[in-house]
């Protein structure tokens, strides 16, 4: 079976771009979740949502972040303007939940980078 | 405090070594706990869910106490494949269904 999908799996870009990342869950999963990882601060969620709604974005940064489950089998994160301090890497994840905090499954990540 | 606290580490030790790893939650009404694994630059895999039981799967067992509100891991025999950063894992169970990673414990074993 397919795992985590996600694209692209790096990015390069200028201050002041916008960034589009993409995710495609596991089939059958119900929750999606976005995190960033950086050696600074390590994991952080960033927003997840359950049947395609959002739930909680207390984690997005600031306006300059955005995200959408438009169906069950994909999601966009939006960074727009970009700046330098958002290079990191972009993990998506996804699981059945059953209410109580299931296993998550991670996608192989974007490495973005701004110069 | 931090809601999932784990020793950095690094632990460096021998090949053939027993190891073991704590991590400690803050929500005692937590729920649901796991054990990652993440290697460099690779994205974060899971290694074990953790039961009340306690539960054991090859080398590698996991424990629970709620009492005390931690977990942990012990690993037999290393081998150099098991070297890699080591996620300790709780559902806080605050109305969120999000899991709360904690910054991970560095393993590097050695031959």
């Known amino acids: 079976d397919a795992g985590v999908i996600q694209s692209p799996r790096h990015e390069v870009t200028e201050m002041g771009q916008e960034v589009t990342l993409r995710c495609k869950p596991i089939s059958g999963h119900n929750s999606l979740f976005w995190y960033r990882q950086t050696m600074m601060r390590g994991l952080e969620l960033l927003i997840y949502f359950n049947n395609n709604v959002p739930i909680d974005d207390s984690g997005m940064p600031e306006d300059r972040f955005s995200a959408k489950m438009p169906n069950a089998s994909f999601s966009t994160l939006k960074i727009q303007p970009s700046e330098p301090r958002d290079s990191a890497v972009y993990f998506c994840?996804?699981?059945?939940?059953w209410g109580g905090g299931s296993e998550q499954y991670f996608g192989p990540g974007t490495r973005l980078t701004v110069t | 405090r931090k809601e999932v606290e784990q020793d950095p580490g690094p632990f460096n030790v021998p090949e053939g070594a027993t190891v073991a790893f704590n991590c400690t939650y803050s929500n005692s009404a937590s729920q649901s706990f796991f054990w990652y694994r993440q290697d460099c630059r690779k994205e974060p895999k899971l290694l074990m869910s953790?039961?009340?039981s306690g539960n054991e799967d090859g080398r590698f067992t996991a424990q629970l106490n709620r009492a005390s509100q931690y977990i942990s891991l012990l690993i037999r025999d290393s081998k150099l494949s098991d070297s890699a950063t080591y996620l300790c894992v709780v559902n806080m169970d605050t109305g969120r269904r999000a899991l709360t990673f904690g910054s991970g414990t560095r393993l590097q074993v050695q031959p």
């Open positions: 994840a996804s699981s059945f939940d």
């Open positions: 953790v039961y009340s």
